[in-house]
């Protein structure tokens, strides 16, 4: 049965990129997507969140009750995690969850580079959920809205490149995590143009699933 990545959001390109990046990241694992219909187009901040999360948990008991062996919430902001991982009999992820930890086991010191700082106190309050505040350097906006990564991906790539080389020249940061699943789309030019690691989400929660398969 498939490791299913659902989309909390409506947008299906966006779905399609998730896919893509996790498929490349782990090929030997039964990778497939879904995206919530029933979500906003994108997810910025706490109040999207909350409105995405009611078809996101109908999403995941429908696929669990299927038979899906895993389920990886492709939302950085981890939405709804908690009462997915709850309520499912397999295994539930978050992309955020794995990038994080994935960091600390590396005993990394990580900065993160998101949208808009709308979503910063959700994204900061996970890591502390999580025990990882210590390990974080700094959460910063790049100011880049998240339909922007799929509208004009070039300008998105500048500015959120510009945001992570501020964050590896001021932090003391020894990785940079890319704090959207739209950003997978850019993730290897992203890397070309640091000279410190860059945690890509998507591929953190795909290559996390070869625990359990």
Not at 91 to 106: E, K, M, T, Y
Not at 171 to 196: E, H, N, Q, Y
Request: aromatic share 4%; glycine share 8%; net charge negative.
């Amino acid at each position: 049965m498939p490791i299913v990545f659902v989309n909390p959001n409506s947008t299906e390109a966006m779905t399609a990129t998730i896919v893509s990046a996790a498929r490349a990241a782990a090929p030997e694992l039964p990778i497939t997507g879904r995206t919530s219909r029933g979500g906003p187009p994108a997810i910025q901040g706490a109040a999207d969140g909350e409105a995405a999360t009611p078809p996101l948990l109908e999403i995941v008991a429908e696929l669990d009750a299927w038979g899906a062996e895993g389920v990886t919430i492709s939302c950085f902001d981890d939405t709804g995690l908690d009462e997915a991982a709850r309520r499912a009999r397999c295994p539930v992820i978050g992309i955020g969850q794995a990038a994080f930890h994935l960091a600390a086991l590396r005993s990394w010191r990580f900065s993160v580079v998101t949208t808009l700082p709308v979503s910063l106190p959700v994204i900061e309050g996970n890591i502390a959920r999580y025990g990882l505040a210590e390990r974080c350097a700094k959460v910063r906006a790049s100011g880049v809205p998240v339909l922007a990564l799929e509208d004009d991906p070039d300008a998105a790539l500048s500015r959120i490149v510009e945001e992570a080389q501020r964050a590896e020249a001021e932090d003391g940061a020894d990785c940079v995590i890319l704090g959207c699943a739209g950003m997978s789309a850019l993730t290897r030019r992203a890397r070309a143009a640091l000279s410190c690691p860059v945690i890509d989400p998507v591929e953190a929660a795909a290559r996390s699933f070869r625990l359990f398969a």
